[in-house]
């Protein structure tokens, strides 16, 4: 019914920049919370930030005054700038959305990316 397809990614040389992108298509009613996660090689997934509904932001420690998660809800997309790359940064970086359909308006669903890999390195 949703799905959401993340763009943006490659190989950066550390120091460097890349903006991720995450558009959000099919019978979306509404979009509340949108987010980016990482799941670096032998580590668990974890949450990068996160934008609410009203534009909310919430960052983990190492993506703090580096990265910066921005949304357009006119076109159901998440952006995440990241900025000032470290080589620890490398990773698939997944995009996450609780979206309400416009099937089932009762609920939201939790719906993941296919994930977009991130390499920093010289």
């Known amino acids: 019914q949703v799905q959401l397809v993340e763009s943006g990614g490659g190989l950066v040389q550390p120091g460097g920049s890349l903006r991720l992108s995450c558009a959000a298509s099919?019978?979306?009613?509404?979009?509340?919370?949108m987010g980016w996660y990482r799941q670096a090689p032998g580590k668990q997934r974890e949450l990068v930030a996160s934008i609410s509904g009203r534009d909310r932001t919430n960052y983990e420690d190492s993506a703090k005054g580096r990265f910066t998660i921005s949304r357009d809800n006119a076109k159901n997309t998440v952006y995440l700038q990241m900025n000032s790359l470290k080589p620890e940064d490398t990773a698939v970086y997944y995009c996450?959305?609780?979206?309400?359909?416009?099937?089932?308006?009762?609920?939201?669903?939790?719906?993941w990316g296919q994930g977009t890999l991130v390499t920093v390195s010289s």
């Open positions: 099919g019978r979306i009613f509404s979009i509340n919370d």
């Open positions: 996450n959305a609780e979206i309400v359909t416009t099937t089932a308006r009762y609920r939201s669903l939790e719906v």
